[in-house]
């Protein structure tokens, strides 16, 4: 009796295909972490006044700071107040400079071993610099003790109060200084910084903005606006600000990454393929953005630049299942020459793959042989795959198809029941049994494995069709 059942397939690939509609894409981006506002530098007398006996100190400090010196501004301050910087570094537990500090300025009434508000306030900005935190805050705060609303003293501890990332503490000096009248670009930087360590970053942007106001040329708050926008999800806001900047800062890869970034996430896909281009172009080699670019150019359908990129990151590290992603996206597209490129990137890495990967390498390979109708070079890469890796279910579906198309009716059974242990193709490797069956004109084995389909995977109503013919088939042999 002749076979006149055709059971309908399913299409089953080995691995996802390569589509950013299906991917979390995200540009790496550098140099747009959050950076520290910079310490004001010491100012002139303004609300403090030092004493008398401190102006040859005063005078000999500036001359050191002024050189950026600040190590050598803090040796030289203490060959006169040795004592006072010996307090301060032992956090004045007993709190003999609190007694001491005065307003400054001059006066009949001022003893000898006063220090004035001011002096702190050089000292603590010296070991602030120096990094020398804690006693920059026990200096600070004697400081205050005399003049309470020292605006600059509150300024600078806010800032130090912010290294120290004591957040809380910080607002309270920051916000003093603003409340005091302080309108700087430096100010609002600093409480842009704060809010968006807070997680504030739409009080983070208002900040930021309103410094830019007062400095428009103040760069590192343009970047760290760029940061807050981009949390606030200020995309196109966040895309109009970094154009600004690279009019400023054409060669600058940071920025064109950013610009991706942010065009990315507003939906400008081409604009973000651009912009990524550009930054590879000036030496962003990041294997992530290799990967980005590859899956963008794909979707445009610039095919050979997506496998160019592919390669490059795979040479440098790039996870080997996006490669593997891209080369079943061209086997889909019949880009069986850029395929063939990739397995060869493939193969110069051959030491660097598990045996799992290699697996998938050699079933490639296959599906280029197959391509070829090199049947015999297909089985070979595929039983090469096999045994890298028992449980590959589309090299063990590949590998039967053949042996059944060769009459190799038990090795097929065998394999496609192998492959039914994976879920993802438990579907296909039954149908295949069934059509088996058929192949030796087994059509009570056929029906029944059709029926075990039907009840394990219930949409397959197209499959009632062919039961119906079979039933009849096992009806007339019967009769026969």
């Known amino acids: 009796m002749k076979r006149i059942v055709k059971i309908c397939m399913l299409l089953l690939l080995a691995c996802h295909p390569l589509h950013a509609a299906d991917m979390d894409l995200k540009i ?10 910079p310490v004001s530098p010491p100012q002139y007398p303004k609300e403090g006044l030092p004493l008398y006996q401190e102006n040859q100190t005063v005078h000999g ?9 600040h190590k050598e501004a803090l040796a030289f301050v203490r060959e006169t107040e040795r004592a006072v910087l010996e307090l301060i570094e032992s956090g004045d537990p007993e709190g003999v400079l609190k007694k001491r500090a005065a307003a400054g300025g001059i006066t009949q009434t001022i003893e000898q071993d006063q220090i004035s508000a001011y002096l702190l306030y050089l000292i603590g900005h010296a070991y602030f610099s120096v990094e020398k935190y804690q006693a920059a805050e026990t200096a600070f705060l004697t400081a205050l003790i005399p003049i309470p609303d020292y605006l600059t003293v509150h300024e600078s501890l806010g800032l130090l109060y912010l290294r120290m990332e004591r957040y809380k503490e910080a607002h309270k000096h920051l916000a003093h200084a603003a409340g005091l009248g302080l309108h700087t670009a430096q100010l609002f930087g600093a409480l842009g910084y704060l809010n968006s360590q807070l997680g504030n970053f739409w009080g983070a942007v208002n900040a930021y903005q309103e410094a830019l106001m007062l400095d428009p040329g103040y760069e590192q708050c343009k970047r760290n606006l760029l940061q807050s926008l981009t949390m606030t999800g200020q995309h196109q806001s966040a895309l109009t600000l970094v154009e600004s900047m690279l009019l400023e800062h054409p060669d600058d890869a940071g920025l064109w990454l950013f610009r991706a970034s942010s065009a990315l996430q507003a939906g400008e896909r081409e604009v973000a393929l651009s912009s990524l281009e550009t930054a590879i172009r000036l030496g962003d080699h990041r294997v992530s953005n290799f ?15 997506a496998v160019e990129l592919l390669k ?13 992603q891209g080369m079943s996206w061209l086997m889909q597209a019949d880009e069986w020459n850029l395929l063939g490129q990739m397995l060869v990137s493939a193969r110069g890495k051959w030491g660097d793959l598990d045996d799992l990967q290699r697996s998938k390498v050699l079933m490639r390979e296959a599906d280029i042989s197959l391509h070829k109708n090199d049947r015999s070079a297909a089985g070979d890469a595929l039983e090469k795959a096999i045994v890298l890796d028992p449980s590959n279910a589309y090299a063990l579906m590949t590998l039967a198809d053949i042996h059944r198309e060769a009459g190799k009716f038990n090795r097929a059974e065998s394999l496609y029941q192998r492959a039914g242990a994976d879920g993802l193709y438990r579907e296909n490797a039954l149908v295949s049994l069934a059509q088996l069956a058929l192949d030796q004109e087994d059509f009570e084995r056929a029906l029944r494995i059709l029926r075990d389909i039907l009840k394990e995977f219930p949409k397959r109503t197209d499959l009632n069709r062919n039961i119906e013919s079979l039933e009849n088939m096992v009806l007339l042999h019967k009769g026969d």
């Not at 790496?28 to 506002?37: A, K, S, Y």
């Not at 400090?61 to 010196?69: D, M, P, T, V």
Request: glycine share 12%; charged share 20%.
């Open 61 to 69: 400090y500036f001359e050191f700071i002024n050189k950026g010196a």
């Open 312 to 324: 490059i990151g795979f040479s440098e590290g790039m996870d080997f299942v996006l490669f593997d």
């Open 291 to 305: 990967q980005v670019g590859a899956v963008l150019h794909m979707e445009m359908g610039s095919i050979e630049r």
């Open 28 to 37: 790496q981006t550098t140099g747009m972490e959050l950076v520290m506002p």
